[in-house]
């Protein structure tokens, strides 16, 4: 499986604030995914980032929000933009398998508390 | 879109004994169900999976069922250990993967 790194690993910030989570894998992968966990919750799917185009964002979620880069086949970044309390919550990116494409992998998370 | 119903909530073993945890789905076209354990501060851990051509999978003191008629899915552990304590997550996947709401396992010594 490949190894996933975030940073940072944990954040307070202010109301009204941006931050961007990094994600970078030691491997290249063609989809990488971005989660969302809030408190004592499951995980949801925010955003499916595929490198070389726009971001494919679930229901609930928009870009302006939750702006998403893949420059390319081994890191992506999440930014969580004017950020309300209601964001505090631990993000994770994850990857596709190599060679098994349904399989994920997830990173070790970010927990962000706003403020 | 596929829902994923999973109980229970919260478990609490002995240690030595097994549990199980058990998992519905409602889209008959998922083919794929992983199992992930995510222990506290972590992400979660993928530690078994099977594929709807499958009906059990055995991976030493864990397996995992599938009753694809019944949509339904389930996760044996065995002689549980005070390290097996972790939130569990199953999920279904056809295109996009869904996970159930967790079950928090504790394992008293």
């Known amino acids: 499986s490949a190894v996933i790194s975030q940073k940072p690993s944990r954040d307070i910030c202010q109301r009204g604030t941006s931050l961007t989570i990094q994600c970078q894998v030691d491997?290249?992968?063609?989809?990488m995914f971005w989660y969302r966990q809030q408190p004592g919750q499951s995980l949801t799917l925010i955003a499916t980032?595929?490198?070389?185009?726009?971001?494919?964002?679930e229901s609930g979620f928009v870009i302006d929000k939750f702006p998403i880069s893949r420059p390319n086949l081994t890191f992506s970044t999440l930014t969580v933009s004017n950020m309300s309390p209601e964001d505090s919550s631990i993000y994770l990116c994850?990857?596709?398998?190599?060679?098994?494409?349904?399989?994920?992998?997830f990173g070790p998370g970010t927990r962000l508390t706003v403020l | 879109g596929e829902n994923v119903e999973q109980h229970p909530s919260t478990l609490s073993v002995q240690e030595g004994d097994s549990a199980v945890i058990k998992c519905t789905y409602s889209?008959?076209?998922?083919?794929?169900f992983p199992w992930y354990k995510q222990e506290l501060g972590k992400g979660p851990q993928l530690i078994i999976d099977?594929?709807?051509?499958?009906g059990e999978k055995k991976d030493q003191r864990i397996a995992v069922t599938l009753n694809k008629t019944a949509k339904h899915f389930s996760l044996h552990i065995t002689e549980t250990q005070p390290e097996d304590s972790a939130v569990y997550f199953c999920?279904?996947?056809?295109?996009?993967?869904?996970f159930g709401a967790g079950t928090r396992l504790t394992v008293k010594p």
């Open positions: 994850s990857v596709e398998g190599t060679g098994r494409s349904d399989t994920q992998y």
């Open positions: 491997s290249q992968v063609t989809m």
């Open positions: 980032a595929n490198q070389g185009s726009e971001a494919t964002y």
């Open positions: 889209d008959s076209a998922s083919n794929y």
């Open positions: 099977i594929r709807s051509n499958v």
């Open positions: 999920a279904a996947s056809m295109y996009d993967m869904r």
